[in-house]
């Protein structure tokens, strides 16, 4: 491996790691700000200029508090939790093109390799539920395990859909596919599946559920559960948890608009580039925030019978007509 | 006279086992009867004549007649009669028939005597502690004269701890407070689960220790107890200010001026509205739909502001003494005040359309925490939960005070028996208020504020008052007496009721449905828990100030 390489390594992790800590530290500050404005009230403004400072605040009390481990809990397993949700959100980014040639590895099975890790989440919040030995936390870990579970199918049905209609795994390709103006977006490309918007709303529903968010935030429904499977964890413990929420949400939103929205192909067909890729991404991330303020929770019930009832046969229809379409438009 | 017939009748059924009763004024019965008849007596007048209960009091009266006494109020709606049916129990190792069999809403109410006053309801099939904390040595009883307001009783057991029953068979105990985030006051539920389900609970409550009635019969005075009063509940205080001047103005035959009456009338519709704001508020946060919670709380401030411009204080109005009130409305609070209910009516429609029509929330609260006429019935429940079952009780019409006979409004019922039917009661009362305060400020007549009372009041005679809070019916029980302060108060606040239907509402639901269905009688365990006694271990002879009771109930032991 040449120096050059390696340096280019270095960048990319020390670019990723910036990448996610600013964007879960100001995502934090940008949902107070879009709750508050929802609300008719400003949100936080006393840190800094109009509370630019406030992540910087709540970053250093988070760091100053004592971090508990319960009596009883798995001690390994309680600390390992927080960890095995964030590193997982990070190295999705490793293979998310920001733009033609901005991009950690250009590997050829990117698809896989983020849904794969994606899948980690679910278990580190089982294991911190579980490792806490606390009922709450338990019976929480239980109800994220049936859900992503529940919401893992549809999800990779469309994405088996994507798949298909696309033809490759490679992150570059899926997008390079959409150049041109909006209309060779995959959202619009009704002649690959005339339900694409339909599989569009599928997969947005099920990344708000993969990643926990209102309405589907039954992991942590405070109201019910205390703080759910996060409610034994202190300090910057928790600040993992919830720094990786929102890491979470930037690469399901990065998804979305790799998929579907054109990545980092301009609307015009003239003038691409990462600029293109994060006004797309941070408007999928603002819709994500949108929703939160709108909605009310949904009970759990309700939640598993969405996905089982609706979304599943849903995206399995898209899934059969996009095979048949192929087959009909080939011959 | 709707009392004498009613009296005829029990005299018609029961004979001799009715010993005197007492018909002081329209709308007030008090039977005295036999002990041993006592049971039967309710049962006639719970079933068959359909009463509805309100409260069971236990009195310490060995002072004044060398006996115990035990009362059980009970409220005829439609016929708008309030009665007592009253016994004395002998003085030495008191013992009453215990009515919670044919009467199930009494429960508490007999487990509270038994704590408080040490009279044994025989027959009751659970008998364990509801008021006293859990080390308090047996056999001592705070509210019987000999205990002194300020005495620490020996033994006081702090390792003793609550037996809570066994939990059935395959369920997982989930301990629901006293520490929760739904919680905004401490009371502890635990919840026998099975997977989601929630199979049953048992509740243990009561930690909110302030000795109120205690300190009322013992250290303060006539007119010091409606500021104490106010203190029972941060959300309802005027309510119990208000019932307590009633019940005491009640029992003396005082009749305070028109316009009194009709500021008390403002003053308990300001609360209203602004309670109402607060529920609705609290609801979408339980359901996690924060955004509406912060736009109901925004359209509520300005409320708070006209009652800080009305009495100097955004929640303890301090508004009552025997026999009037002491603020006035004056002809710029009145301009505001009208300004202040258009803005209100003009804000609170919209959010109302919206609420009605939006699918998410009906979907949360519809066939949610049911509580149907019989649950109704049985546990005595009051307010908004028995009119979202379609029983169309309001204490505003049912026993008018204050100025209500003379006002125009409707009583809202809907007959959903859910949490979504609680949500639509609560958000168009709100509209009702808007419509009783605008006629009281029409129909407001000049005068004075206070009567001035130059007599003391008589002794020993009984008053009763119910009040309409944003809860449900608040019921004041008073025995007058010497030295300027009464012998006996009792308050039932109406969650001390609708608590005691949640066991029946939460069961077999969802535990995602658990604390919505809690909050939708919206509790108020300050109000439930309003009595105890004086703290253990501290303050043994000096007079106590309000700031250092308060105080107290903040810290565990000074």
């Not at chain 1, 935030?217 to 205390?226: C, G, N, P, T, W």
């Not at chain 2, 215990?98 to 408080?116: F, G, K, M, T, Y």
């Not at chain 2, 079952?389 to 959903?416: K, M, N, S």
Request: aromatic share 10%; charged share 20%.
């Amino acid at each position: 491996m040449s120096l050059s390489e390696l340096l280019r390594m270095l960048v990319y992790v020390v670019g990723v790691m910036a990448f996610v800590g600013l964007n879960a530290a100001y995502l934090v500050l940008a949902e107070r700000k879009g709750a508050g404005r929802f609300q008719r009230r400003p949100g936080p403004t006393e840190v800094g200029y109009a509370g630019w400072l406030q992540p910087v605040a709540d970053g250093v009390k988070l760091l100053c508090k004592q971090l508990i481990v319960p009596p009883g809990a798995d001690a390994a397993l309680f600390r390992l939790a927080p960890l095995l949700v964030m590193i997982p959100a990070m190295m999705s980014l490793a293979v998310i093109p920001f733009s033609e040639t901005l991009v950690g590895r250009n590997i050829n099975v990117g698809l896989v390799f983020v849904f794969a890790f994606g899948a980690i989440n679910v278990m580190a919040v089982m294991l911190s539920g579980w490792a806490s030995r606390n009922k709450y936390a338990i019976i929480s870990a239980a109800r994220v395990v049936s859900q992503d579970v529940a919401y893992e199918i549809p999800m990779l049905l469309v994405v088996i859909t994507m798949l298909m209609a696309t033809g490759t795994m490679n992150l570059h390709e899926i997008v390079q596919q959409q150049a041109g103006w909006f209309w060779h977006w995959n959202l619009f490309r009704l002649d690959l599946n005339p339900l694409m918007p339909v599989t569009f709303i599928i997969f947005f529903t099920c990344m708000l559920a993969e990643t926990n968010r209102a309405p589907f935030d039954m992991a942590e429904a405070e109201s019910e559960l205390v703080a759910g499977a996060f409610t034994e964890y202190a300090g910057m413990g928790f600040g993992v948890f919830f720094m990786a929420e929102y890491a979470n949400i930037v690469v399901g939103c990065a998804m979305t608009t790799l998929l579907f929205l054109g990545g980092w192909q301009s609307p015009f067909g003239v003038g691409s580039g990462v600029i293109w890729f994060l006004l797309k991404m941070y408007a999928v991330v603002f819709t994500v925030i949108w929703v939160r303020w709108t909605f009310p929770r949904t009970q759990f019930y309700n939640l598993l019978n969405l996905s089982w009832k609706i979304l599943i046969p849903l995206s399995l229809f898209t899934l059969i007509l996009t095979a048949v379409m192929m087959k009909v438009l080939r011959a | 006279m709707v009392a004498r017939e009613k009296l005829s009748r029990l005299k018609e059924k029961f004979g001799t086992a009715i010993q005197r009763a007492d018909l002081p004024g329209a709308g007030r019965l008090f039977v005295f009867v036999e002990p041993a008849a006592l049971k039967a007596i309710c049962q006639h007048v719970f079933r068959d004549l359909d009463a509805r209960y309100i409260i069971s009091i236990g009195a310490d009266d060995r002072p004044f007649s060398g006996k115990f006494m035990v009362a059980h109020n009970f409220a005829f709606d439609k016929e708008s009669l309030l009665t007592s049916i009253a016994t004395y129990l002998p003085a030495d190792n008191p013992k009453v028939d215990s009515i919670s069999d044919v009467v199930p809403a009494a429960n508490w109410a007999e487990r509270e005597i038994h704590d408080l006053i040490g009279i044994e309801p025989v027959g009751h099939r659970y008998l364990k502690r509801l008021v006293l904390p859990d080390g308090w040595p047996d056999g001592v009883h705070p509210l019987r004269k000999d205990f002194a307001w300020n005495q620490v009783p020996e033994g006081y057991d702090d390792t003793r701890e609550f037996k809570f029953d066994e939990p059935p068979e395959g369920c997982t105990v989930v301990p629901f407070g006293p520490f929760h985030p739904t919680l905004d006051e401490p009371a502890h539920f635990r919840l026998y689960i099975e997977g989601e389900m929630v199979r049953g609970c048992e509740y243990r409550g009561f930690m909110v220790h302030r000795g109120i009635e205690k300190l009322a019969e013992s250290v303060l005075t006539y007119n010091d107890i409606p500021m104490m009063a106010e203190r029972i509940c941060g959300i309802c205080g005027c309510v119990h200010n208000v019932a307590y001047a009633q019940a005491v103005e009640s029992a003396a035959a005082i009749k305070p001026p028109p316009r009194a009456e009709y500021i008390r009338t403002i003053m308990l519709e300001i609360e209203r509205l602004h309670s109402h704001l607060l529920w609705v508020g609290l609801a979408c946060h339980i359901v996690g739909f924060d955004t509406l919670f912060m736009q109901s709380w925004r359209i509520r401030e300005p409320i708070m502001w006209i009652a800080e411009k009305i009495s100097g204080n955004r929640k303890t109005y301090a508004l009552c003494v025997i026999g009037g009130v002491r603020w006035d409305i004056t002809p710029e609070v009145k301009d505001e005040l009208r300004k202040l209910l258009d803005k209100l009516e003009a804000e609170w429609t919209p959010v109302v359309a919206a609420v009605s029509k939006d699918k998410n929330i009906q979907k949360r609260t519809r066939g949610v925490g049911i509580a149907d006429r019989a649950l109704v019935k049985n546990m005595g429940l009051v307010g908004p939960v028995a009119r979202s079952a379609g029983v169309d009780i309001d204490c505003r019409r049912d026993h008018p005070y204050a100025a209500y006979d003379r006002l125009d409004f409707e009583v809202i019922t809907e007959g959903g028996c859910d949490v979504w039917s609680r949500v639509l009661v609560r958000a168009k009362e709100v509209f009702e208020s808007i419509k009783i305060i605008r006629q009281c400020l029409e129909k407001m007549e000049d005068g004075p504020l206070q009567l001035t009372i130059k007599d003391e009041l008589p002794v020993g005679r009984l008053g009763l008052s119910s009040v309409e809070a944003p809860r449900g019916e608040s019921h004041h029980f008073v025995i007058t007496g010497e030295n300027n302060r009464p012998r006996r108060w009792r308050v039932r606040a109406p969650t001390y009721q609708n608590l005691q239907g949640i066991p029946a509402m939460i069961k077999d639901q969802q535990l995602a449905d658990m604390t919505i269905s809690l909050g939708s009688i919206d509790p108020c365990f300050s109000c439930t828990d309003r009595m105890e006694t004086i703290d253990l271990k501290s303050g043994v002879t000096k007079v106590w100030t309000q700031e250092e009771l308060l105080k107290l109930t903040r810290t565990k032991k000074t």
